[in-house]
T-cell receptor, first 111, second 116 residues
Framework: QKEVEQDPGPLSVPEGAIVSLNCTYS??????FMWYRQYSRKGPELLMY????GNKEDGRFTAQVDKSSKYISLFIRDSQPSDSATYLC???????????FGKGTKLSVIP | KAGVTQTPRYLIKTRGQQVTLSCSPI?????VSWYQQTPGQGLQFLFE???????NKGNFPGRFSGRQFSNSRSEMNVSTLELGDSALYLC???????????????FGQGTRLTVV
């Protein structure tokens, strides 16, 4: 079993839809949970991060972490064609700089 | 503030050759991490350097090595290239200080290595 599981998709939604992206993990030592967005032929761009359990909102994006279930989510409201990209979840333990990534979910937002 | 710069952007090498990739971190950042991204395995951690010292290493063979210079720039080297080394190699820059989290990692555009 991989440490971080993420459905690779692809996921195709109409413009304006609410998108839900998810990851599960097995390592209970993970404390920091990140979401990166990666456009084709580019490096990953940090969208948001959450420490431990809870929710965090930034504009159209909301990140949720449920440590009891070892489950994290990213919600995108009012999705736009410019949101079309691969979304990667990543996580690490306290004091560590080694990120463990999911394989990424490819999202297409259709105008 | 300039971002993370990786050079070159693209490389084509032949099996058995060696290659050196370069990463210049964000000004003031002292930690540099390297990752390999492939369609099959996703992003995998190679190693992390802080103040010229390797602090952490992933599960890759000894053909993969790296170093960091006093100005925090880092290089990674792959010797005796294999077809399976074809990948996007990404560098991430972080302040690296105690108390600064892994969440403060910013990635470069990557170097696309093709081994033929």
């Amino acid at each position: 079993q991989k440490e971080v599981e993420q459905d690779p998709g692809p996921l195709s939604v109409p413009e304006g839809a609410i998108v839900s992206l998810n990851c599960t993990y097995s390592n209970s030592a993970f404390q920091y949970f990140m979401w990166y967005r990666q456009y084709s032929r580019k490096g990953p761009e940090l969208l948001m991060y959450t420490y431990s359990s809870g929710n965090k909102e930034d504009g159209r994006f909301t990140a949720q972490v449920d440590k009891s279930s070892k489950y994290i989510s990213l919600f995108i409201r009012d999705s736009q064609p410019s949101d079309s990209a691969t979304y990667l979840c990543a996580m690490c333990g306290a004091g560590s700089y080694q990120l463990t990534f999911g394989k990424g979910t490819k999202l297409s937002v259709i105008p | 503030k300039a971002g993370v710069t990786q050079t070159p952007r693209y490389l084509i090498k032949t099996r058995g050759q060696q290659v050196t990739l370069s990463c210049s971190p964000i000004s003031g950042h002292r930690s540099v991490s390297w990752y390999q991204q492939t369609p099959g395995q996703g992003l995998q951690f190679l190693f992390e350097y802080f103040s010229e010292t390797q602090r952490n290493k992933g599960n890759f063979p000894g053909r993969f090595s790296g170093r960091q210079f006093s100005n925090s720039r880092s290089e990674m080297n792959v010797s005796t290239l294999e077809l399976g080394d074809s990948a996007l190699y990404l560098c991430a820059s972080s302040p690296g200080e105690v108390g600064v989290t892994c969440a403060e990692a910013f990635f470069g555009q990557g170097t696309r290595l093709t081994v033929v």
